[in-house]
């Protein structure tokens, strides 16, 4: 039974006013990214979606308008919860007005039409808007809405959802240039924001895969450099804590606990602290940590390695009791070989060639030979007999596998340790890719044979089983008895839960992580799997809300390097200038960093015209290797002391809300009438 639906949060009479923010998509992404815009950055915000029910959910009874204001109104009564509290936990400030990011603001307004044509996202406003959001599944219609949006307004900033990265590259450099085109002297810094393509697979999978494996890193890029965020488990006692560059986070006390539940922003006490300071590290005892490990160079010029080749190894062509025997027949031709030479003391050569005519029945009768000549002769015919079915054999296995070359392989006999990974659409691609390029053995199950994923699978050889994962046998075929985990990744929460359940069901001790939208829906997963399989480590992650801060970040114009769950809470990283933020200039590092809202990672020590101005793509290198790579600009070992400039640009790393502070717009409140 789903709750009371509280009236919808909107005011549907009322134009936008210059300055808000437009988001337009169909499914959970465009709430949770309307959701972080209106209560963590406290924006006006212009919500888009397409009437009727939500096509991702089709079970689900709520139209897209109506789970926009449920979503909306759990938010906000959260909200509400969180401001009458008592201060912040780690924030280093007291109290709540100063943190109130919704002061003022007018709440979400719903719009709801089929396409984002012209007139619609002129009614939207999208003429008078600082940014707009096209985070559509169809990449075909975001590039539309795009276009059609830099006409209306050639100073818009766009955040655009591509799956295709290749085509999100050239239609940002494109987009960028009609800017320009329309505003001729803009300043660059400005047209480097104007249009952001971003994929919320790409944000999410790195974290998807990661709760396959224990101990595994997020990987962050930076100007050619790769930060990577580690975690460590709690030191034995006599051990200290290595901290590395510094601590990103505190675990939860029950992390490393089969049965303990993750934490997220309601969990109180128990939940993760993000960017704790000195005294807090110190007093942590027991709990894991999340440290920035190391920073090394990228390699930009190094092809991606291929998980499968064109052609089939030998081992692939013919099968083992095939190659078993062909190495039983080389075998007795040797012998028989060594027994020419030794009783007729003929030559090794000669012998060898008696030998190969006898097996092919190609020699005339040993009879004026001696016995030992005739008994050889006798020998090697009965070797040729055994030659040709097994050459027959080998043809045919050879044409079998090339009929077969471009199927699906199966699960191999023997196969343990590996990954049971549950769809092959956008996330569950994405993924694979990942586990493939940490050397994880993976066994893909998918419904749909033309799936996204199928021909990617296909090419890196990767055993797939194509069927129903709800129906019996389809587990079993993937061999999930001696799996290490499952990764139930379609977009189907009752399909990932059932999935999971009839695991568990089979293995118990098996690690599972599922695909999840709705928190509360996931708690109760938690509670339920604890009660019963508490030996055994469960999560959930949601898509949505892995990649919703990133697109959030970027409407801010803002660059967003990445975002890295801990736990149920997510960590952005981010470059901004330090001048016109009060917060951090004219203070030192020390003085600048504020527990539980940002710390200031690294300074560009670059002169501001000789910047580049993407510090997420890498930087350009010679593949002949004639030249070498340019030196970052970045520096990493910052001392406490060191006061940070207007003209300085730093990376930082913030909470969601420690970067919403930082990147707060200043307006002014109207009294209403």
């Not at 001392?639 to 969601?656: C, K, S």
Request: charged share 20%; proline share 8%.
């Amino acid at each position: 039974m789903l709750g009371f639906v509280p009236p919808l949060p909107q005011q549907p009479g009322r134009p936008p006013s210059a300055g808000h923010m437009i988001v337009c998509g169909d499914d959970a992404l465009a709430r949770r990214l309307a959701v972080e815009l209106r209560y963590v950055y406290g924006e006006r915000v212009t919500l888009l979606l397409p009437p009727g029910r939500d096509a991702h959910s089709p079970e689900t009874p709520l139209t897209q308008r109506g789970r926009a204001a449920a979503l909306f109104g759990r938010m906000s009564a959260a909200m509400n919860r969180a401001g009458n509290g008592n201060g912040t936990a780690g924030g280093g400030t007291s109290g709540s007005g100063d943190l109130d990011t919704n002061a003022g603001v007018e709440a979400v307004r719903i719009m709801e039409a089929p396409e984002p044509s012209d007139d619609v996202l002129e009614e939207a406003g999208v003429d008078r808007a600082a940014a707009l959001a096209l985070v559509y599944d169809d990449d075909e219609r975001n590039i539309r809405a795009a276009l059609t949006a830099r006409r209306l307004n050639p100073r818009l900033r766009l955040v655009i959802r591509l799956y295709n990265r290749k085509l999100g590259l050239h239609l940002e450099e494109l987009l960028d240039q009609a800017a320009a085109v329309a505003m001729p002297g803009i300043d660059p810094a400005l047209l480097d924001a104007s249009t952001t393509v971003l994929s919320d697979a790409d944000t999410a999978a790195p974290a998807l895969a990661a709760t396959a494996l224990t101990g595994s890193s997020k990987v962050i890029q930076a100007e050619g450099l790769l930060l990577r965020a580690a975690e460590r488990p709690p030191p034995r006692p006599g051990e200290a804590a290595d901290p590395g560059l510094c601590t990103l986070a505190l675990l939860s006390s029950t992390t490393n606990d089969p049965a303990g539940a993750e934490g997220s922003d309601s969990s109180g006490d128990e939940a993760p602290q993000l960017l704790p300071g000195e005294s807090a590290v110190a007093a942590a005892t027991g709990r894991g940590t999340v440290v920035l490990e190391t920073v090394s160079r990228a390699d930009p010029d190094r092809p991606a390695t291929r998980m499968g080749g064109r052609g089939a190894p030998l081992s692939q062509v013919f099968s083992r009791r095939l190659r078993w025997s062909a190495l039983g027949v080389a075998a007795s031709v040797v012998a028989l070989v060594i027994a020419s030479v030794v009783t007729t003391k003929d030559s090794v050569v000669h012998s060898t060639y008696l030998t190969l005519l006898d097996l092919l029945a190609m020699g005339d009768p040993a009879e004026g030979g001696g016995d030992a000549r005739q008994i050889i002769q006798l020998l090697s015919g009965v070797a040729g007999l055994l030659l040709l079915p097994l050459l027959v054999a080998a043809v045919l296995e050879a044409f079998g596998t090339l009929r077969t070359a471009s199927s699906l392989r199966r699960p191999p006999r023997g196969l343990s340790g590996h990954v049971v990974l549950l769809g092959l659409g956008k996330i569950g691609t994405r993924v694979l890719v990942r586990l493939r390029e940490l050397d994880i053995p993976v066994v893909v199950v998918e419904e749909d044979p033309e799936a996204r994923g199928i021909p990617l699978a296909r090419s890196m050889h990767v055993p797939t089983v194509i069927g129903d994962v709800t129906q019996e046998g389809v587990l079993e075929a993937a061999k999930i008895r001696r799996a290490r985990a499952l990764l139930a990744l379609t977009s189907i929460d009752t399909t990932n839960l059932e999935a999971a359940l009839y695991a568990r069901s089979v293995k118990p001790d098996l690690r599972v992580a599922l695909r999840l939208y709705d928190d509360e829906f996931a708690t109760a997963v938690y509670r339920t799997l604890r009660t019963a399989h508490p030996g055994a480590l469960t999560r959930s992650r949601s898509v949505s809300h892995l990649a919703a801060p990133a697109f959030a970040g970027a409407m801010m114009g803002r660059q967003i390097l990445g975002a890295i769950p801990v736990e149920r809470k997510v960590m952005l990283f981010a470059a901004l200038e330090v001048a016109g933020h009060p917060q951090l200039e004219g203070r030192t590092v020390e003085q600048a960093f504020r527990a539980g809202a940002w710390r200031v990672l690294a300074i560009d020590a670059t002169p501001p015209g000789d910047r580049t101005p993407d510090l997420a793509a890498p930087l350009p290198f010679d593949p002949a290797g004639d030249v070498a790579p340019p030196p970052s600009g970045l520096v990493w070992d910052l001392h406490p002391g060191y006061v940070l400039r207007a003209q300085d640009r730093v990376v930082i790393a913030a909470t969601r809300r420690g970067l919403a502070e930082l990147l707060r717009r200043q307006r002014s409140v109207v009294p209403r009438q």
